[in-house]
């Protein structure tokens, strides 16, 4: 699990709490009591919400939970881990033929670098191989992207319903000017729905669009280097000639790193 997502989840609460309560007198929970108020929770939180419904079809709605939990998984796509089992794969092609991947296939897990072998091996047309790959990147990014999308209309439609929240509360507030005990509600009303919304969207919305697309960039990076990696097998390049095609993917940092792992300076 990834403790960076759990830490700066968290925390952000906590520094927003602790900047509520620090130097205020009187009992903590009294304190927090008065930035928690239900019309604004109605407002900003429900108005969002049906927004999000009404914008998504059921699958849609239902799967962000599912992408939510992706941002505390570790990352699965290490490009740097992509590297040596292409050119092992090329090794062997090399040496036994493209035939000879076929005994591979039953220990490889990823399903998208098995399909391509398969299709290497099936004697399919460089072309055709890469057409077909890239169909399914383009497929999945676009998977990715609508996933994205999803906390960015929240992140755009949470701060306008707090937006909202503050018109009602001064409307309120200006149309009981003579009544002093309705100028505290209202004005709560027309503060907190802003707060909400800015919570929402630059505390979670905001964060786990940028994290999911950040993950997408590097599942694309290592897809990429598959892609290249198997059609460079299937041209019959030298090992170390895939190596450097795919060293050229990645940046200089992990340059470096992968330098590192296989003993080099």
Not at 236 to 245: A, M
Not at 250 to 261: D, E, G, I, R
């Amino acid at each position: 699990m990834q403790i960076g997502s759990i830490i700066g989840l968290v925390g952000v609460f906590v520094m927003v709490c602790l900047g509520a309560l620090w130097g205020r007198p009187g009992v903590w929970y009294e304190i927090l009591g008065a930035y928690l108020d239900i019309p604004s929770t109605f407002i900003t939180i429900g108005g969002t919400t049906m927004v999000f419904i009404l914008a998504y079809t059921s699958k849609e709605y239902r799967g962000i939970f599912r992408y939510f939990r992706l941002i505390f998984s570790i990352p699965k796509f290490d490009p740097i881990a992509v590297i040596p089992t292409m050119v092992s794969l090329s090794e062997k092609a090399r040496r036994e033929g493209l035939l000879s991947l076929e005994d591979n296939l039953e220990e490889i897990t990823d399903d998208f670098l098995k399909r391509a072998l398969q299709l290497v091996i099936d004697g399919t047309d460089p072309e055709l191989v890469k057409t077909i790959m890239n169909i399914r990147n383009s497929k999945m990014e676009d998977r990715h992207n609508a996933a994205i999308s999803v906390f960015n209309m929240i992140e755009i439609r949470a701060p306008a319903f707090g937006l909202m929240g503050t018109i009602l509360g001064l409307v309120q507030l200006l149309r009981n000017l003579k009544d002093p005990g309705t100028l505290g509600p209202s004005l709560a009303v027309a503060l907190l729905t802003t707060f909400y919304g800015v919570i929402i969207a630059n505390a979670i919305a905001g964060p786990i669009q940028t994290k999911l697309a950040k993950m997408n960039d590097e599942e694309m990076l290592v897809r990429n280097l598959m892609i290249e990696g198997v059609l460079a097998i299937q041209s019959g390049d030298n090992p170390r000639i895939v190596e450097e095609k795919l060293l050229s993917f990645l940046s200089s940092a992990n340059a470096t790193q992968y330098a590192l792992s296989r003993g080099e300076k």
